[in-house]
C-alpha cells in the first residue's frame, strides 16, 4: 500500500468491466488506501461491477447510477452521507453519444445526439459535482476522463469532441466555485486505450498503432499509468493544481507533425 490515500473515501462512477479506465484507477486508488464506493449505469453491468469490487473487498456500496436521472444522482449522495459522512475523492469516467454520430460527419450532428453527448458526457461532472461538494467537507478532489479530440479535430470524434470541450471547461468553473472550500477538479486526457467505449470505434486499432509510431514514447499507455497520475491528483500532493488537463498520452500532444 503507498499510503497517499489513506482514510480518503472515494466515489468512482464509470466502471463496466475490467477494462474500463475506471477500474484501473479504482485499482489504484484502493491500493493507496482509498475506500471507495461504486456506481453503475445499469442493471446489465450490475454484476460486473459487484464481482470486481468484492475483489478488492469493496463492494460495500454499489449504486445504481444513470447521470441523466436527479433521482439517481440524488439517492447515490444520500447513501454515501449516510454511510461514510463524508467524502474526499469522486472519479468521473463516463461519455456517451449516439453510434451513428460517431461515424458520419460532424455536420451532420442531430439536435438530439448533441444534446445526448454533452447531457451524458459533460453536464454529468457538473451534477456530480454539486451534490460532492456539500460531502467533502475536509476538502476533496474530482477527476475527470477527456481525451485530446476536445482540442484539436479528431476524425469521427465529432460531437463527442465538443462535449469533451465542455467537459474541461466545465472543470475550469467548478475549480473557481470550489477553490475556496479546498475542491479540487482536474482532467486527465489519455491516450487511446482498448476499452469498451473504444472497441466499437472502427479504425480504433489503427489509432493504437499511430500513437506508437508517432508519440515521443512510442508506445500506447496502461491503465496502471492513468491511475498512477489519478492517484497523485486526488492526493495532498496535488492541493495547488486545480482547473488543470493533464495529458497522460505518451507525449502525443506536443506534436505539430
Ligand atoms: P468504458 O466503456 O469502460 O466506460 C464508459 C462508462 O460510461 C461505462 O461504465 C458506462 O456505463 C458509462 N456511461 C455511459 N452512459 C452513462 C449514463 N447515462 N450514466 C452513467 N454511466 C454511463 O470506456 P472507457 O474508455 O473506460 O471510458 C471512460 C472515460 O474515459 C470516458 O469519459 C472516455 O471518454 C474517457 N477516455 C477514454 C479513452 C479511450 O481511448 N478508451 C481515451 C481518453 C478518454
Ligand atoms: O471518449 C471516447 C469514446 C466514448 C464513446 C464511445 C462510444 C462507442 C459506442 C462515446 N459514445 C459511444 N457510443 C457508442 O455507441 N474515446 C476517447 C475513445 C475514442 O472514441 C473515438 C476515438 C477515440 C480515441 C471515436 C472516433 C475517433 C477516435
Avoid at 451532420?108 to 454533452?118: K, P
Avoid at 471547461?169 to 467548478?174: C, K, T
Avoid at 469498451?196 to 499511430?210: D, E, P, Q, T, V
Amino acid at each position: 500500500m503507498g499510503g497517499e490515500l489513506n482514510g480518503k473515501v472515494g466515489l468512482v462512477v464509470g466502471v463496466a468491466n475490467k477494462r474500463s479506465i475506471a477500474w484501473g484507477i479504482a485499482q489504484a486508488w484502493h491500493q493507496a488506501g482509498a475506500t471507495l464506493a461504486f456506481t453503475y449505469q445499469g442493471e446489465r453491468v450490475k454484476e460486473n461491477v459487484k464481482q470486481l469490487a468484492a475483489g478488492i473487498g469493496q463492494d460495500n456500496l454499489l449504486l445504481p447510477c444513470d447521470v441523466t436521472k436527479d433521482e439517481e444522482l440524488d439517492q447515490v449522495f444520500k447513501e454515501v452521507e449516510q454511510q461514510y459522512g463524508k467524502l474526499d475523492i469522486l472519479l468521473h469516467a463516463i461519455a456517451f453519444a449516439p453510434k451513428d454520430a460517431l461515424e458520419g460527419e460532424f455536420v451532420d450532428t442531430t439536435r438530439e445526439a448533441f444534446n445526448v453527448a454533452h447531457d451524458v458526457s459533460a453536464y454529468s461532472l457538473v451534477a456530480l459535482t454539486q451534490r460532492a461538494a456539500p460531502l467533502m467537507k475536509d476538502g476533496g478532489s474530482v477527476v475527470a476522463m477527456t481525451y485530446y479530440g476536445s482540442e484539436k479535430v479528431v476524425p469521427h470524434y465529432n460531437v463527442m469532441g465538443v462535449a469533451k470541450a465542455s467537459l474541461e471547461a466545465s472543470a475550469r468553473y467548478l475549480a473557481y466555485d470550489l477553490g475556496p472550500k479546498k475542491i479540487r477538479v482536474n482532467c486527465i486526457s489519455a491516450g487511446p486505450v482498448n476499452t469498451l467505449a473504444a472497441r466499437g470505434i472502427s479504425g480504433f486499432s489503427n489509432m493504437l498503432k499511430h500513437y506508437e509510431s508517432q508519440a515521443p514514447l512510442k508506445r500506447n499507455v496502461t491503465s496502471d499509468e492513468l491511475g498512477a497520475t489519478a492517484t497523485f491528483l486526488a492526493s495532498d500532493g496535488a492541493a495547488a493544481i486545480t482547473g488543470q488537463t493533464i495529458y497522460v498520452d505518451s507525449g502525443y500532444q506536443i506534436m505539430g507533425m
